[in-house]
């Protein structure tokens, strides 16, 4: 079981098949993060914000790329919200700390105070990307389990169980990888993460599991440390 974890969650996944949340979702996820969090595992979140605002799709009605990342970062927040607020409900405490500061909705991004948080048993929630434009939410991910030497990053796919060879949707003969390395990542193309992110977790020898948040119980199972989906080292298994 690890023992410090960082959820990866896309905005989309928080959606389901509403517009922007599904409350069958958040619930959902609330309980598993809070049956998780009972068994003494300390979880921090980084949230995505495309169940709002898709870059691609600012620069298509010509919104400037930097205008365009700090709105995706005003979303990521409103997403940390809507988690806390679902998880509080439940009765798991909580705070959310974001790279942009907004005293009245959260706390700064401090190190050693989110550090505090997770050994006293909150689960810590990080809004606003890295706080600078041109970086993803994949890049937060990776940043910040670093900064709280997390022992994995979970990457929770909507309804995509771990890395194959192509797209399983459209190709049949799609394989699914077990273990791949960080470097495979790059030589093979694969679309998992950004680079940057990609070349962070390399250099930090950051574990990556990628698997599947639609299937019940697989968010504890992954914080359990169930080799569900597709496991990502730096090294050879």
Known sequence: MYKRVLLKLSGEALAGKEKNFDPVVLHSLAEEIKEA???GIQIAI?????NFIR???????????VQGDYMGMLATIINACAIQSALEAVGVDTRVQTSIDMPKISEPF??????????????????GGTGSPYFTTDTTAALRASEIK????????NGVDGVYSADPKHDPNATKFEHL????????GLQVMDSTATSMCMDNNMEL?????????????AMKGEKIGTIINKEEK
């Open 55 to 65: 870059g691609k799709t600012l620069a298509d009605i010509g919104i400037d790329r």
């Open 209 to 221: 599991m990628i698997f599947n948040m639609n299937e019940k119980g697989n968010i504890v199972r």
């Open 181 to 188: 390395t960080y470097m495979d990542l790059l030589n093979k």
């Open 37 to 39: 969090s009972d068994l």
């Open 46 to 50: 980084v949230v995505g914000g495309g």
């Open 150 to 157: 997390a022992d994995v990053i979970l990457m929770a796919k």
């Open 110 to 127: 401090i190190q050693k105070r989110a550090l505090r948080h997770l050994e006293k048993g909150r689960v810590l929630i990080f809004g």
